[in-house]
């Protein structure tokens, strides 16, 4: 038995469909750009599912690996890192990224404070950024 009307669902979803387009400037998901695609179109997915799950997922895995071999390094016995070439540039790969990052936040910032009607920056470009930063810096 639903106790939730058809009305209330759809009114649910049109405040969801908002919400994703004042976060990411486009829906979410969108069938006919993903599945229903003609003969001459690939499929894709939207602006907001690239920005999103696709940018923020490795980040996640990230975290739950980390989550689950923290525990096995604080119970090691060796624990100390050896600077060797592999270990500087990857330090060094990382600064880097860490760089480009910072300054496409400048850019961001300054599409974000133009005039331009063409440029739109919604609030998922700042999250990205952000989540970046906390993958690089991880």
């Not at 229903?36 to 696709?54: L, Q, S, W």
């Not at 923020?56 to 604080?74: A, G, R």
């Not at 300054?110 to 470009?125: C, E, G, H, Q, R």
Request: hydrophobic fraction near 40%; charge should be negative; charged fraction near 15%.
């Amino acid at each position: 038995y639903s106790f939730i009307s058809n009305q209330s669902c759809n009114d649910s979803l049109k405040a969801q469909d908002n919400m994703t387009n004042d976060f990411c400037g486009s829906d979410f998901w969108n069938s006919s750009i993903t599945w229903e695609t003609g003969e001459d179109r690939a499929p894709d997915f939207t602006p907001c599912f690239h920005k999103t799950v696709i940018s923020w997922f490795p980040t996640l895995v990230l975290l739950l690996v980390t989550s689950i071999e923290l525990p096995k390094y604080h119970k090691s016995e060796s624990r100390d890192t050896p600077w060797n070439l592999l270990n500087l540039t990857k330090t060094a790969l990382t600064c880097l990224l860490m760089i480009l990052t910072i300054i496409e936040l400048g850019f961001t910032i300054a599409t974000d404070l133009d005039d331009n009607s063409l440029t739109n920056i919604y609030p998922v470009d700042y999250v990205n950024i952000a989540v970046m930063m906390i993958t690089y810096a991880w």
